[in-house]
Protein backbone atom coordinates (compact mmCIF):
# COMPACT_ATOMS: atom_id res chain seq x y z
CA UNK A 1 0.00 0.00 0.00
CA UNK A 2 1.16 3.13 -1.07
CA UNK A 3 -2.03 5.60 -1.05
CA UNK A 4 -1.76 5.49 3.11
CA UNK A 5 1.86 6.79 3.46
CA UNK A 6 1.78 9.24 0.38
CA UNK A 7 -1.64 10.60 0.86
CA UNK A 8 -3.08 9.92 4.38
CA UNK A 9 0.39 10.56 6.40
CA UNK A 10 -1.19 12.65 8.90
CA UNK A 11 -3.49 10.24 10.83
CA UNK A 12 -2.70 6.86 12.49
CA UNK A 13 -1.47 3.74 9.79
CA UNK A 14 -4.50 1.69 10.48
CA UNK A 15 -6.45 4.75 9.68
CA UNK A 16 -4.48 4.98 6.20
CA UNK A 17 -5.05 2.29 5.40
CA UNK A 18 -8.93 2.41 5.83
CA UNK A 19 -8.77 5.92 3.84
CA UNK A 20 -6.95 3.98 1.25
CA UNK A 21 -9.53 1.63 0.84
CA UNK A 22 -12.25 4.33 0.71
CA UNK A 23 -11.03 6.06 -1.97
CA UNK A 24 -11.84 2.65 -3.63
CA UNK A 25 -15.17 2.57 -1.96
CA UNK A 26 -16.35 5.86 -2.76
CA UNK A 27 -15.92 4.82 -6.50
CA UNK A 28 -18.75 2.00 -5.90
CA UNK A 29 -21.20 5.20 -5.48
CA UNK A 30 -20.22 7.02 -8.00
CA UNK A 31 -20.23 4.08 -10.54
CA UNK A 32 -24.39 3.67 -10.26
CA UNK A 33 -24.53 7.12 -10.98
CA UNK A 34 -22.56 6.79 -14.17
CA UNK A 35 -24.72 3.58 -15.49
CA UNK A 36 -27.70 6.01 -14.95
CA UNK A 37 -25.92 9.40 -16.48
CA UNK A 38 -24.23 7.46 -19.36
CA UNK A 39 -27.34 4.99 -19.38
CA UNK A 40 -29.81 7.49 -20.41
CA UNK A 41 -27.63 9.68 -22.60
CA UNK A 42 -26.74 6.53 -24.72
CA UNK A 43 -30.24 5.88 -25.77
CA UNK A 44 -30.87 9.25 -26.39
CA UNK A 45 -27.59 10.24 -28.30
CA UNK A 46 -25.80 7.35 -29.30
CA UNK A 47 -24.42 4.48 -27.27
CA UNK A 48 -20.90 4.62 -29.22
CA UNK A 49 -20.51 8.32 -28.26
CA UNK A 50 -20.96 7.66 -24.78
CA UNK A 51 -18.61 4.77 -24.72
CA UNK A 52 -15.89 6.75 -26.16
CA UNK A 53 -16.50 9.99 -23.71
CA UNK A 54 -16.07 6.90 -20.60
CA UNK A 55 -13.31 5.65 -22.32
CA UNK A 56 -11.80 8.54 -22.32
CA UNK A 57 -12.67 10.07 -19.20
CA UNK A 58 -11.03 6.60 -17.40
CA UNK A 59 -8.08 6.93 -19.05
CA UNK A 60 -7.53 10.28 -18.41
CA UNK A 61 -8.50 10.07 -14.50
CA UNK A 62 -6.53 7.00 -14.53
CA UNK A 63 -2.83 8.69 -15.88
CA UNK A 64 -3.37 11.74 -13.74
CA UNK A 65 -3.60 10.01 -10.33
CA UNK A 66 -0.14 8.83 -11.70
CA UNK A 67 0.46 12.55 -11.76
CA UNK A 68 -0.99 13.63 -8.40
CA UNK A 69 1.54 15.63 -6.12
CA UNK A 70 1.66 13.86 -2.66
CA UNK A 71 0.28 14.70 1.23
CA UNK A 72 4.28 16.59 1.50
CA UNK A 73 3.36 18.92 -1.18
CA UNK A 74 0.19 20.17 -1.30
CA UNK A 75 -1.30 18.74 1.75
CA UNK A 76 -5.19 18.19 2.43
CA UNK A 77 -5.53 18.69 -1.69
CA UNK A 78 -3.84 15.51 -2.28
CA UNK A 79 -6.36 12.87 -0.88
CA UNK A 80 -9.13 15.74 -2.33
CA UNK A 81 -7.72 14.69 -5.89
CA UNK A 82 -7.23 11.33 -5.40
CA UNK A 83 -10.44 10.42 -4.21
CA UNK A 84 -12.17 13.28 -6.80
CA UNK A 85 -9.99 11.08 -9.59
CA UNK A 86 -11.19 7.75 -8.18
CA UNK A 87 -14.84 8.97 -8.29
CA UNK A 88 -14.16 10.33 -11.95
CA UNK A 89 -12.74 6.66 -12.70
CA UNK A 90 -15.52 5.19 -11.35
CA UNK A 91 -18.25 7.24 -12.79
CA UNK A 92 -17.32 6.39 -16.04
CA UNK A 93 -16.69 2.49 -15.87
CA UNK A 94 -20.53 2.89 -14.76
CA UNK A 95 -21.41 3.96 -18.55
CA UNK A 96 -18.86 2.62 -19.82
CA UNK A 97 -19.84 -1.33 -18.71
CA UNK A 98 -22.98 -1.14 -19.70
CA UNK A 99 -22.71 1.05 -22.87
CA UNK A 100 -19.98 -1.56 -23.84
CA UNK A 101 -22.11 -4.91 -22.81
CA UNK A 102 -25.26 -2.91 -25.32
CA UNK A 103 -22.80 -1.90 -27.81
CA UNK A 104 -21.38 -5.30 -28.17
CA UNK A 105 -24.56 -7.00 -28.34
CA UNK A 106 -26.35 -4.99 -30.63
CA UNK A 107 -23.06 -5.18 -33.02
CA UNK A 108 -22.62 -8.87 -32.92
CA UNK A 109 -23.20 -10.48 -36.53
CA UNK A 110 -24.19 -13.55 -34.43
CA UNK A 111 -23.05 -15.46 -31.35
CA UNK A 112 -24.47 -12.61 -29.69
CA UNK A 113 -23.64 -13.85 -25.89
CA UNK A 114 -19.92 -14.80 -27.34
CA UNK A 115 -19.28 -11.42 -28.51
CA UNK A 116 -20.67 -9.68 -25.29
CA UNK A 117 -19.01 -11.86 -23.11
CA UNK A 118 -15.93 -9.98 -23.95
CA UNK A 119 -17.10 -7.11 -22.21
CA UNK A 120 -16.62 -9.36 -18.53
CA UNK A 121 -13.60 -11.07 -19.68
CA UNK A 122 -12.37 -7.63 -20.16
CA UNK A 123 -12.35 -6.52 -16.43
CA UNK A 124 -10.37 -9.72 -15.43
CA UNK A 125 -8.03 -8.91 -18.01
CA UNK A 126 -7.24 -5.64 -17.19
CA UNK A 127 -7.32 -6.63 -13.41
CA UNK A 128 -4.53 -9.42 -14.39
CA UNK A 129 -2.53 -6.50 -16.34
CA UNK A 130 -3.09 -4.06 -13.93
CA UNK A 131 -1.61 -6.08 -11.31
CA UNK A 132 1.11 -7.70 -13.59
CA UNK A 133 2.43 -4.40 -13.87
CA UNK A 134 2.70 -3.17 -10.59
CA UNK A 135 4.31 -6.85 -10.12
CA UNK A 136 6.68 -5.63 -12.35
CA UNK A 137 7.41 -2.13 -11.66
CA UNK A 138 8.20 -3.62 -7.67
CA UNK A 139 10.30 -6.39 -9.12
CA UNK A 140 12.70 -3.32 -10.80
CA UNK A 141 12.43 -0.85 -8.26
CA UNK A 142 13.71 -0.79 -4.72
CA UNK A 143 11.23 0.07 -1.50
CA UNK A 144 11.94 2.90 -1.00
CA UNK A 145 11.98 4.09 -5.23
CA UNK A 146 8.72 2.13 -5.32
CA UNK A 147 7.10 4.07 -2.94
CA UNK A 148 8.78 7.31 -3.95
CA UNK A 149 7.71 7.48 -7.61
CA UNK A 150 7.59 3.27 -9.01
CA UNK A 151 3.93 2.91 -8.39
CA UNK A 152 2.87 6.06 -10.66
CA UNK A 153 4.32 4.18 -13.40
CA UNK A 154 1.62 2.19 -14.17
CA UNK A 155 -0.64 4.77 -13.77
CA UNK A 156 0.96 6.78 -16.33
CA UNK A 157 1.68 3.65 -18.57
CA UNK A 158 -1.94 3.08 -19.09
CA UNK A 159 -2.14 6.26 -21.27
Known amino acids: ?83 TLRAIQWFAVGGEWGGAALLAVESAPKKKAFYSSGVQVGYGVGLLLATGSISVVSHWTTNEEFVTWGWRLPFLCSA
Open 1 to 83: MVFNTEFFPQISPTMGTLAAFGTFGVGFLFRQLGGMVFGHFGDRLARKRMLMITVWMMGIATAFIGLLPSFASIGWWAPVLLV
